[in-house]
């Protein structure tokens, strides 16, 4: 076994990340969705949130909104991956804001998963929130970014699927949701996952 000393210097050495992309905050945004972190820049197919092409969010979105879980696929002919400013154009017209729970985490063995990520420093949620007067939702697309909103907020985690209304220290009133993750990783089928997401996008007005 390596010496105590040695192991410390390994972990001096993992090196922190900050948050690759800016927050998504359109004028009008009456949803905030949270989740942890983005993947490394390998897995990306496009810059912008939940990049990664084995990641269900924009299906699942799809699959709600036009019944198609492709809807935000790019043209097969120019690859795979999904259509950035597609995305972008639904959000910013539907009053979708994005960002994460985390602006600055490490990587403790360099994969993609939640469990991995050490959060070096919590996004300020109220800064965002700020910036967002017709929001009244934020929803937590995933276990550790609903742990980080509840200790934010200072309030009780919401089920899986469920939420709760509270109040901040501004005297807002928010409802938090806690939505399963849309990462593979999770193993439920993507339509039990919609169901999910389609209650909170129906109770929020953001579908109709």
Known sequence: MPPIGYI???MDEITTEPHPLEPFLPEGAKLLMLGSFPPSRKRWSMDFFYPNFQNDMWRIV???FFDDKGYFHVDPDK???FDREKIIRFCTEKGIAIFD?????RRLKGTASDADLEIVKPTDIRSLLDRLPKCNA???TGGKAASQAAAFFHCEEPPVGGSI????GSGQSIELFRMPSTSRAYPIPLEKKASAYGM???KTGILI
């Open 79 to 81: 690859g795979k991956g």
């Open 101 to 105: 729970t985390a602006s600055e985490i």
């Open 165 to 168: 209304v509270m109040t901040t």
């Open 62 to 64: 799809g699959f709600l």
């Open 138 to 140: 934020v929803a937590a």
């Open 8 to 10: 410390c210097n390994a």
């Open 200 to 202: 909170m996008f129906r």
